[in-house]
C-alpha cells in the first residue's frame, strides 16, 4: 500500500465507522420505539388519497385493477409476499371477477404460518346515479392496514403471525344476502374451511374508521373477549372515549370469518352521515382518525393478542 492509498484507508475508515454506528443507534431506537408509537396517521392518510384518486373503483372494473397493483406495490415495498387468490361469482348484474389480496411476511423469502388475521375491503359500491369515491367505506380501511403493514414489518417476529388479506367485493349490488354482498369474505371463508380456520386464533376486520368525527362502533355481536381487550388497549393509550358498543349488530366482511370459527371483531365507525354517498370524500377524512385507530390496534396486538 502506497502513502496515497494509506491515507485514504485511514481517511475512509472513520466514515465508515461513524456511519455503522449510525444504523446500529438507529435500530436500537427502533427496538426501543413502541410499535404503536410508529403508526403514521398521515402515511395512511396518503394512501387512502391515492385510491381516492383512482376514483370510483368497484369489483369487476378496470380501476380496481389499478388499486391492486397500488396496494400490492406498497406491500412488497413493506416486505410481505402477496397471493392474489382470484375467482367468479354470480351477482344482481351477471358474472364478475373478484380477486382478495392475501399478504404473509417473507423478510427471508419464505411466507410464514400466521395466526391472526387483519383484514379490510377495497372496492368501492357500484353506483350508476352518482361517482362513489368511497374516501371511507373502503378507502380508509384500505389505507390503514397498508400503513400497518409498513410498521408490523419492521418487527418481523410479529409479522410472522400475521396474514393480511384485503378483500374484494364487500359491497352488495342490490341487497346484503346469502348471494349478494360479502363475495371476497365469504370465497376466502369457503377456501378456508373447518382445517384451513383452525391456524387462525382470532382476527380483526376494519372499515370506515377515517370519519373526522371519529366513534369507532362495536357490533354488539363481537368476540366479547376480543372487545374486552380493544377496549382496555384504548383505555391504556387514553383513547377509551372513541370506542363503544353500537346497538344491534352489522353485515360485514368478519360474518364470514366468524362462521367458521375464526372469531373476528369489526372495528367501524357506522355512524357517519355520507355512507353511500357521493359525498364520501377525502374532505371527510382525517388522518388524527386513522392515527387512533392504527395506534389502539398495533397495542391490542402487541400487548394483548400476540403475547403468547
Same mark, same amino acid.
Given at each position: 500500500?502506497?502513502?496515497?492509498?494509506?491515507?485514504?484507508?485511514?481517511?475512509?475508515?472513520?466514515?465508515?465507522?461513524?456511519?455503522?454506528?449510525?444504523?446500529?443507534?438507529?435500530?436500537?431506537?427502533?427496538?426501543?420505539?413502541?410499535?404503536?408509537?410508529?403508526?403514521?396517521?398521515?402515511?395512511?392518510?396518503?394512501?387512502?388519497?391515492?385510491?381516492?384518486?383512482?376514483?370510483?373503483?368497484?369489483?369487476?372494473?378496470?380501476?380496481?385493477?389499478?388499486?391492486?397493483?397500488?396496494?400490492?406495490?406498497?406491500?412488497?415495498?413493506?416486505?410481505?409476499?402477496?397471493?392474489?387468490?382470484?375467482?367468479?361469482?354470480?351477482?344482481?348484474?351477471?358474472?364478475?371477477?373478484?380477486?382478495?389480496?392475501? &399478504?404473509?411476511?417473507?423478510?427471508?423469502?419464505?411466507?410464514?404460518?400466521?395466526?391472526?388475521?387483519?383484514?379490510?375491503?377495497?372496492?368501492?359500491?357500484?353506483?350508476?346515479?352518482?361517482?362513489?369515491?368511497?374516501?371511507?367505506?373502503?378507502?380508509?380501511?384500505?389505507?390503514?392496514?397498508?400503513?400497518?403493514?409498513?410498521?408490523?414489518?419492521?418487527?418481523?417476529?410479529?409479522?410472522?403471525?400475521?396474514?393480511?388479506?384485503?378483500?374484494?367485493?364487500?359491497?352488495?349490488?342490490?341487497?346484503?344476502?346469502?348471494?349478494?354482498?360479502?363475495?371476497?369474505?365469504?370465497?376466502?371463508?369457503?377456501?378456508?374451511?373447518?382445517?384451513?380456520?383452525?391456524?387462525?386464533?382470532?382476527?380483526?376486520?376494519?372499515?370506515?374508521?377515517?370519519?373526522?368525527?371519529?366513534?369507532?362502533?362495536?357490533?354488539?355481536?363481537?368476540?366479547?373477549?376480543?372487545?374486552?381487550?380493544?377496549?382496555?388497549?384504548?383505555?391504556?393509550?387514553?383513547?377509551?372515549?372513541?370506542?363503544?358498543?353500537?346497538?344491534?349488530?352489522?353485515?360485514?366482511?368478519?360474518?364470514?370469518?366468524?362462521?367458521?370459527?375464526?372469531?373476528?371483531?369489526?372495528?367501524?365507525?357506522?355512524?357517519?352521515?355520507?355512507?353511500?354517498? &357521493?359525498?364520501?370524500?377525502?374532505?371527510?377524512?382525517?388522518?388524527?382518525?386513522?392515527?387512533?385507530?392504527?395506534?389502539?390496534?398495533?397495542?391490542?396486538?402487541?400487548?394483548?393478542?400476540?403475547?403468547?
Amino acid at each position: 500500500m502506497n502513502s496515497r492509498q494509506t491515507l485514504l484507508h485511514y481517511s475512509i475508515t472513520p466514515l465508515l465507522l461513524a456511519l455503522a454506528w449510525i444504523v446500529f443507534a438507529q435500530q436500537l431506537c427502533a427496538a426501543e420505539t413502541k410499535i404503536w408509537e410508529q403508526f403514521s396517521g398521515e402515511k395512511a392518510f396518503v394512501h387512502v388519497q391515492r385510491l381516492v384518486d383512482l376514483g370510483p373503483h368497484p369489483a369487476g372494473s378496470d380501476a380496481i385493477e389499478k388499486a391492486r397493483d397500488y396496494i400490492e406495490e406498497q406491500l412488497r415495498h413493506s416486505g410481505w409476499q402477496v397471493t392474489r387468490q382470484a375467482f367468479t361469482d354470480d351477482t344482481p348484474r351477471g358474472k364478475v371477477h373478484f380477486v382478495n389480496l392475501i &399478504a404473509r411476511f417473507s423478510a427471508d423469502g419464505n411466507a410464514a404460518s400466521s395466526s391472526f388475521l387483519l383484514s379490510s375491503h377495497y372496492d368501492t359500491k357500484f353506483f350508476e346515479a352518482i361517482r362513489f369515491v368511497g374516501a371511507n367505506d373502503g378507502g380508509s380501511s384500505t389505507g390503514l392496514l397498508l400503513e400497518l403493514a409498513r410498521v408490523i414489518g419492521q418487527r418481523p417476529n410479529v409479522a410472522r403471525k400475521i396474514e393480511l388479506v384485503f378483500f374484494d367485493g364487500e359491497e352488495a349490488y342490490e341487497n346484503f344476502s346469502e348471494t349478494d354482498g360479502l363475495y371476497g369474505s365469504r370465497y376466502f371463508a369457503k377456501q378456508l374451511q373447518a382445517d384451513g380456520a383452525k391456524q387462525f386464533r382470532a382476527g380483526i376486520l376494519f372499515d370506515m374508521i377515517g370519519d373526522r368525527s371519529l366513534g369507532i362502533t362495536l357490533p354488539a355481536d363481537s368476540p366479547a373477549a376480543i372487545a374486552r381487550d380493544i377496549f382496555a388497549a384504548a383505555e391504556a393509550l387514553k383513547l377509551r372515549n372513541y370506542f363503544s358498543y353500537l346497538d344491534r349488530d352489522l353485515i360485514d366482511d368478519h360474518m364470514p370469518l366468524n362462521a367458521i370459527g375464526i372469531p373476528t371483531i369489526d372495528i367501524i365507525d357506522f355512524d357517519y352521515p355520507w355512507w353511500h354517498t &357521493a359525498s364520501d370524500t377525502i374532505d371527510k377524512i382525517s388522518a388524527q382518525s386513522l392515527q387512533i385507530t392504527g395506534s389502539v390496534a398495533l397495542y391490542y396486538l402487541s400487548e394483548l393478542a400476540l403475547k403468547h
